[in-house]
């Protein structure tokens, strides 16, 4: 199966910087695209980033991440990261990395990291 484990999270002020990370593992064949959405409490979740595997690939941010954090990969550790600068209380929300994964189990599907908490405030 799939782990996807998530480190990074914390309390930070407004302004600040915090940098998650997702490091997938597991009887994985291949990665698509790897991502964070996150969810504030009595929001839905939505999508803040995600970035596509291989030739031609490419990144996707949502308008409030624009400008302010960056995705980024190292695909041999199969990590995703998420740099978040001029952090703002808005940003408060759990952040869960995602996966489209093939497994010599399962085929592709979208596979969820437990979440860390980002908290920001004064």
């Known amino acids: 199966q799939v782990q996807l484990v998530e480190s990074g999270g914390g309390s930070v002020q407004p302004g600040g910087s915090l940098r998650l990370s997702c490091a997938a593992s597991?009887?994985?064949?291949?990665?698509?695209?790897m991502g964070w959405y996150r969810q504030a409490p009595g929001k839905e979740r939505e999508l803040v980033a995600v970035?596509?595997?291989?030739?031609?690939?490419?990144?996707d941010y949502a308008d409030s991440a624009k400008g302010r954090f960056t995705i980024s990969r190292d695909d041999a550790k199969r990590t995703v990261y998420l740099q978040m600068n001029s952090l703002r209380p808005e940003d408060t929300a759990v952040y869960y990395c995602?996966?489209?994964?093939?497994?010599?189990?399962?085929?592709?599907?979208?596979?969820w990291g437990q979440g860390t908490q980002v908290a920001v405030s004064s």
């Open positions: 970035s596509t595997i291989g030739v031609g690939g490419r990144t």
């Open positions: 995602t996966a489209f994964v093939h497994t010599i189990y399962t085929p592709p599907r979208d596979c």
């Open positions: 597991g009887s994985i064949i291949s990665i698509n695209h």
